[in-house]
């Protein structure tokens, strides 16, 4: 508990050290962002009903996936979700990210400019900017994308807030870029919570858990490094949509999501792709008595301390390091996978708990060119701005996740 505590505030520290801001320590945002964290670690594991509740949501997150997967599959057939007509030896490789996860942009874009149209978007923000604006200091437009990035995406997430974006402050911008790093998609929660079953129980409560839990952090992470000088947007004085009509608004919505979409699948392949040519650059370097260096190899050696500082004992440091490596370098499933397959020796179950939170994150490159795409297409006039914060976003994200793990490690 007091390893877990002390690394807790050494990670907040961290990100203070790391901001643009270091005349003075926020301790009101951070005193405010750590007690959120706790508290919601203590409802959602010490008191069920309230996991009960967010389960709850998390299914109509599953029904907005199952309605987009009638979609693909009757446009892309099994690639898309529907039945094979072969036999299927290996389940997994016909899942087809372009044509499976991602279409889901194209459902929410759509949905987004429906909900903006008939007026229920703009409700829903300025009842966040109540909510929120007192306790973090959130604006409504930056509380609605914290929210929704704990059931969906990082880029379906602010399409709900689109016509805010260009709006949104630096900071209310480099704190929706990083929630976006520190959560993942309610689409792919079933999907580590069956990798994860066999060896930890319970394993879907947890990974919605560590997704609600994370989206405080992000927030606290986010205003410590970039501090917060204008007023948060609340959202109240939106203009009015376009659309003539509820199907004009699903219309343009769908339009806007393919633009969304091309950018999303060209950024990811790039820097898939540089990650793996940095890697074969690194492969030439001479390794005496091992294999080739790697990215995530050299990051997971400096991870280790990381790993430490979430509770986790030091003798398991070096495997929960490479865990976090593979996750920051590569993605957080590869990460889930080989923590799955790790034989029982290397991790204990206190330490597989902590690293299932601090892993429940989007914070890589590949996630990082989805964010950029998704974003720079719907606020081009700040794409430089984005780009810029997005190496920044990186690391915000994985603090968050970090600490998210640390604050599981004082419960557990």
């Known amino acids: 508990m ?17 901001g643009e801001d270091r005349r003075r320590f926020p301790f009101r ?17 010490k008191l069920p ?18 309605a987009t997967q009638a979609g693909t599959a009757f446009v892309f057939g ?74 969906v995406g990082m880029v379906e997430a602010p399409i709900l807030v689109r016509p805010y974006l260009a709006r949104l402050t630096r900071g209310e911008l480099f704190t929706v870029m990083t929630c976006g790093m520190a959560t993942i998609a309610g689409t792919v929660m079933v999907l580590y919570a069956e990798i994860l079953r066999g060896v930890l129980p319970d394993a879907m409560g947890h990974i919605l858990t560590a997704s609600l839990i994370s989206a405080p952090a992000a927030v606290t992470v986010a205003r410590i490094m970039v501090p917060e000088a204008a007023p948060p947007t609340g959202g ?49 370097l001479p390794r005496p008595g091992g294999g080739p ?24 440091a070096q495997a929960a390091g490479a865990l976090l490596g593979t996750k920051t370098v590569l993605n957080e499933f590869l990460a889930y996978l080989d923590l799955a397959r790790l034989p029982g020796a290397a991790l204990s179950p206190r330490s597989r708990i902590i690293l299932t939170y601090a892993l429940c994150g989007f914070a890589n490159p590949g996630s990082l060119g989805i964010l950029i795409g998704g974003l720079a297409t719907m606020v081009p006039e700040r794409r430089g701005e984005i780009v810029a914060l997005g190496p920044k976003c990186l690391v915000s994200g994985t603090l968050a996740t970090c600490m998210t793990g640390a604050v599981v490690g004082i419960l557990v």
């Not at 007091?2 to 790391?18: I, K, P, R, Y």
């Not at 260096?293 to 398991?316: H, K, N, S, Y």
């Open 2 to 18: 007091w390893q877990s505590l002390f690394g807790l505030l050494v990670l907040t520290g961290l990100a203070w050290a790391l």
């Open 29 to 45: 945002v951070a005193g405010a962002g750590l007690g959120l964290q706790l508290l919601l670690a203590i409802l959602l594991l």
């Open 49 to 66: 009903p309230c996991k009960a509740v967010f389960l709850g949501l998390n299914r109509l997150v599953t029904a907005l996936g199952d």
């Open 78 to 151: 099994y690639l898309g979700g529907g039945p094979p007509p072969f036999p299927v030896t290996v389940p997994e490789a016909t899942y087809v990210l372009a044509f499976r996860a991602l279409p889901l942009v194209l459902v929410m874009s759509a949905l987004s400019a429906l909900l903006f149209h008939w007026r229920i978007l703009p409700a829903v923000v300025r009842a966040f900017a109540r909510l929120l604006q007192r306790g973090l200091g959130v604006g409504g437009a930056v509380g609605v994308a914290a929210a929704a990035n704990v059931f």
């Open 236 to 284: 109240g004085d939106v203009p009015p949509s376009e659309a003539a009509g509820a199907m004009d608004a699903v219309a343009r919505g769908t339009v806007q999501g393919a633009a969304l979409l091309l950018n999303i699948v060209a950024m990811l392949v790039v820097f898939v792709a540089l990650v793996h040519l940095a890697n074969q650059a690194l492969a030439l």
């Open 293 to 316: 260096f790697t990215l995530q190899g050299l990051l997971g050696r400096a991870m280790a301390p990381v790993a430490w500082l979430t509770g986790i004992p030091w003798r398991e």
